[in-house]
């Protein structure tokens, strides 16, 4: 069945014919195409067609699709069972594996998605504190969870719903919404609610509103105020995690955060979520405190071997300076030819995650990311998978890069993009 024929079908079944909503390609026009199978860099599509894949999952696939070690790990699991909702051995290794990369992390709870990693990280930072208001900042996305889909980015962006329908007001009203990178912001936020606010979430390097990075020292004075009114601070490094570093973006900008939320790459692709941080917060969490948090699959064993042997095999690598020249490669090709054809372009990358905004301000918050012009993005997105290249169907989402597109792929990817900057 193509992927025409899929699509149709699906549309009758579920809304707009998808699971999530990105993968509609409603903000770049066009019809998705459904995927039978992926291997390394590449998918391939129901249609037949070999696509380099700049999404890699979203975030998990950081060793390339369907890596032999991380198959037979979850194979090697399945003979064991699919799930025992008891305490497994697996749950033990994964827990030592993050926190010996994230040193931050003295305790961690396993859960089943971001979404759920965030939402009780919050709930948790709420319980320990007594207080009520927490502070996210415009174009940050953190899941689907009521308090967090609020000036959202990523699908709720992309789709025109930063505000979700359904969030009752009255839950809004706890959340502060703040311009990322500005510190004036914060300082006004703690000042006129003062013993308030029981934390301050951020992907310290934002993923869902395309990728952007902090000014010099802003990640460092988020710490120093928030550590100053007892604030929680807590790292949304479900995408960074693993990836711009070993342990993340505060092993590389030095910052210690109180909690930090993982996901994708700690699945081995497969679902799963975790937070975790200091043992005096963590051990707010029942059963030895009164912050309620459980999941039947948490923990699950496949998704563990699964994420056990992801981890190991970047201890093995160390693929980090490998995964940012790919990067560096690919930014400056978008960069000279964007300068070649007169098209002002902003690409903002850092190791295996990047982002290509279409405009002549440089992008370092919610704001300037608007300033893109997102129907020449959808243009672009065409052109390039028009001739093998699948970048992520919105121009409010981030790039992803694996060890698996070293070589030809990286250089048939960079001239597929050349082109089609030259087609605009
Ligand atoms: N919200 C996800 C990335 N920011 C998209 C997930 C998906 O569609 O698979």
Redesign the pocket.
């Known amino acids: 069945m193509t992927s025409e024929q899929l699509f149709e079908r699906a549309k009758q079944l579920m809304p707009g014919g998808v699971n999530?909503?990105?993968?509609a390609f409603r903000s770049v026009g066009g019809a998705p195409f459904f995927v039978k199978a992926a291997r390394g860099a590449r998918l391939v599509t129901a249609d037949d067609r070999e696509l380099i894949d700049f999404v890699c999952t979203?975030g998990p696939a950081i060793h390339g699709h369907n890596h032999p070690r991380i198959r037979e790990a979850i194979a090697r699991a399945l003979e064991s069972g699919t799930s025992f909702g008891t305490p497994n051995p697996y749950e033990v290794e994964m827990a030592e594996l993050i926190v010996e990369f994230f040193p931050s992390i003295q305790k961690v709870r396993m859960c089943n998605s971001g979404t759920e990693a965030t939402m009780s990280a919050i709930r948790l930072a709420r319980g320990f504190t007594r207080r009520d208001k927490i502070v996210k900042f415009a174009g940050c996305?953190h899941g689907h969870s009521d308090s967090l889909l609020i000036k959202a980015g990523?699908?709720a962006l992309t789709h025109g719903h930063p505000d979700s329908a359904g969030v009752p007001a009255s839950f809004a009203q706890e959340t502060i919404v703040l311009p990322y990178n500005d510190r004036a912001a914060l300082d006004a936020a703690f000042a006129a609610n003062p013993g308030q606010i029981a934390c301050v979430i951020l992907e310290p390097y934002c993923?869902?509103v395309g990728f952007i990075m902090p000014d010099e020292g802003y990640l460092a004075y988020v710490r120093e105020i928030t550590a100053k009114h007892g604030t929680v601070l807590i790292f949304d490094e479900v995408m960074t995690g693993f990836r711009i570093a070993r342990g993340g973006v505060q092993e590389r900008e030095k910052i210690v955060p109180d909690l930090t939320c993982l996901g994708k790459i700690i699945g081995g692709g497969l679902p799963v979520g975790a937070f975790g941080g200091r043992t005096d917060i963590m051990d707010h969490l029942a059963p030895l405190g009164p912050v309620y948090q459980a999941g039947t699959l948490s923990g699950n064993p496949l998704a563990m071997a699964a994420g056990i042997a992801s981890l190991r095999l970047l201890k093995e690598e160390n693929p980090y300076e490998r995964l940012d020249r790919l990067g560096r490669q690919l930014r400056d090709v978008v960069l000279a030819a964007a300068r070649a054809k007169g098209i002002s372009v902003q690409v903002p990358q850092c190791g295996s995650m990047f982002s290509i905004f279409f405009t002549p301000t440089p992008v370092r918050d919610y704001a300037t990311a608007l300033t893109g012009d997102a129907a020449l993005f959808g243009r672009f997105f065409h052109a390039c998978l028009k001739d093998g290249v699948y970048l992520a169907p919105s121009a409010y989402?981030a790039g992803f890069l694996s060890t698996a597109h070293e070589g030809a792929d990286i250089d048939r990817a960079c001239a597929v993009l050349s082109s089609a900057i030259g087609q605009l």
């Open positions: 999530s909503p990105v993968r979203w996305y990523s699908g993923g869902n989402e």
